[in-house]
């Protein structure tokens, strides 16, 4: 396997990024600009921080996100079950740290996310018997946490995620307590309570597999619904969670095509590109589709091998090329991390195994076909 070696020259925004063959002997060196000066004018380049990297707690990961990335999204920590874990008492620390840091270093700053049926603190549903809580009830918790977490990050916060994954891949609405409870209103609802709480901030919908021709037609139907009523919404998300042969490009562009029509931006949110193998045919990033843990579902313990890199690489280009061809319709393009060792997909949906989903490795060294994405921009 090729040993990629990358040398930051002091004082000046550029890679150096060697390939050099197993016997050390250097054949390839590219110097480019950096991934966010590349696409400053077509798109923000975006990345998901974990806690350790939002208390800058690793240098490395930091010198990453600080010379590459223009726009930050909080993986975990703006997440209910961590802002309000009991009823009325909201945790900030994190989230305003989030917040300090994207101010630092002058990013874009996404909130993620609002109202998710999945990372929910369990009161948020039922009352002190444990039962579930009136419609009423539910949507005053609602509108509380909202106007709260909203209001306090008012004018700092770009862009929310409001409402997370609230259509399943058939097009129809999950059937999650906030639908149990109040019903398809709840999005409205949502989005209205954050409009309030914040006038100026950017609203989106993010949601995963939308290359899938049932659930985008679902995302659409709902969205149009809510513009015809008059509750703005200003983007749409397209996790992007893909693997080596999921999802189609042709469906992805599909789905950037339809949700663009609505009127509305289309973004990239959680970009990543799984390489190993599933135990059974999978899109998407539903947590609750775990597998046991097989070692022959775990290939690649000890390095990614070459070929596979190459594929990787390839998915990585084709994509890219799809968001260049649109740029005219997408904001932003984020990926779910920063190196692989931060990803999620080493847990999921097998707990256990080593992924190589990411542009950065586990050292925080650009992969070699890195350069070749920052290429495809000066085209």
């Known amino acids: ?52 990297q939002v208390w800058e707690r690793n240098p490395a990961a930091g010198q990453v996100i600080e010379q590459q990335f223009n726009s930050i999204v909080a993986e975990n920590c703006m997440k209910s079950m961590f802002m309000q874990p ?16 994207g101010e630092k270093h002058d990013m874009h700053l996404v909130g993620h996310t609002l109202i998710w049926h999945s990372q929910a603190p369990r009161w948020f549903f039922t ?48 059937q999650s307590k906030f639908y149990e409870i109040i019903g398809e209103e709840f999005i409205p609802l949502a989005f209205q309570f954050a409009r309030e709480a914040d006038p100026e901030v950017e ?16 995302i659409v139907d709902m969205v149009r619904k809510m513009i015809d009523a008059g509750i703005k919404i200003d983007g749409i998300g397209m996790q992007e969670h893909h693997g080596l042969a999921h999802a189609s490009l042709e469906e992805t562009e599909q789905s950037i095509i339809d949700f663009a029509a609505l009127g509305v931006k289309v973004m990239v949110t959680e970009m990543d590109i799984s390489v190993l193998p599933h135990a ?14 097989k070692e022959t579902l ?3 313990q000890d390095g990614l091998p070459e070929g596979k890199m190459d594929e ?33 997909k080493n847990d999921w949906p097998i707990e256990g195994r080593t992924d190589y989903p990411l542009l950065f490795d586990r050292n925080y060294e650009p992969k070699p076909f890195v350069a070749d994405i920052i290429e495809l921009a000066k085209k």
């Open 312 to 344: 990787l690489g390839q998915r990585y280009l084709d994509f890219f090329a799809l968001y260049l061809k649109h740029q005219d319709k997408i904001s932003r393009v984020t990926l779910w991390g920063v190196g692989d060792g931060d990803s999620w």
């Open 203 to 218: 609203l989106y919908y993010n949601d995963y597999s939308t290359a899938i021709p049932a659930k985008r037609k679902g």
């Open 280 to 293: 059974r045919r999978h899109v998407g990033a539903e947590l609750t589709d775990t597998t046991a843990y």
């Open 127 to 174: 009352d002190k018997a444990g039962k579930d809580v009136s419609r009423e009830v539910l949507i005053e918790r609602m509108r509380n946490h909202i106007h709260t977490i909203v209001s306090r990050y008012k004018g700092r916060i770009h862009g929310w995620d409001v409402v997370n994954e609230a259509i399943l891949d058939n097009g129809e609405y999950r």
């Open 86 to 101: 009991r009823e009325g008492e909201f945790y900030f620390e994190d989230a305003d740290q989030f917040v300090a840091y």
């Open 1 to 52: 396997m090729n040993i990629i070696k990358t040398v930051i020259l002091a004082g000046i925004a550029t890679w150096s990024i060697g390939c050099a063959s197993t016997n050390s002997q250097v054949i390839e060196t590219k110097n480019t600009a950096t991934f966010k000066e590349a696409y400053a004018d077509r798109f923000y380049i975006g990345t998901a921080l974990n806690l350790d």
């Open 298 to 300: 775990d290939p690649y």
